[in-house]
């Protein structure tokens, strides 16, 4: 396979958990799908992050958006360079986050209350129930 043609690395990483989570699911085929809000972090979060790790060690210089250290690809270079991003990343998403949080908290409520708490918001919201316990 050429260089040209060859698959950027991260691709090749993000496919590997993409069907390491597929095959998890296929293990357990009662398992809930991926895509339910308590899996949001694990899949897209780990996901992302080990993505920029490994750009670090299996990226080229001059690779896909011509990402380099330096003038020389020093993999544990990148790789600090890359940690630096990933605290970038999770800084400006918690800033962000706060903020849009507060601006949207001057207009509305954020919280429902306790009553609808107790009930579930399965009921309250969407008039179902998601569980059945009796």
């Known amino acids: 396979m050429s260089k040209e043609s060859e698959p950027p690395a991260s691709m ?8 390491s989570a597929n095959a998890v ?7 809930k799908p991926l895509a339910t809000a308590a899996v949001v972090f694990p899949v897209h979060g780990v996901g992302g992050i080990i993505g920029i790790i490994m750009v ?26 890359q940690l630096k991003g990933i605290l970038v990343i999770g800084l400006w998403t918690a800033i962000a986050s706060w903020a849009i949080l507060k601006l ?31």
Not at 12 to 19: D, G, P
Not at 25 to 31: C, E, L, R, S
Not at 56 to 81: D, H, K, N, R, T
Request: hydrophobic content about 35%; glycine content about 12%.
């Open 12 to 19: 090749i990483a993000n496919s590997k958990l993409l069907n």
């Open 25 to 31: 699911k296929a293990a357990d085929p009662t398992a």
């Open 56 to 81: 670090s060690f299996l990226g080229v210089q001059g690779g896909f958006l011509g990402s380099s250290a330096g003038e020389s690809w020093i993999p544990m270079e990148q790789l600090y360079i």
């Open 104 to 134: 949207i908290g001057s207009f509305t409520t954020l919280r429902v209350t306790e009553e609808e708490e107790y009930q579930g918001l399965d009921v309250v919201e969407h008039e179902e129930r998601g569980y059945d316990l009796t």
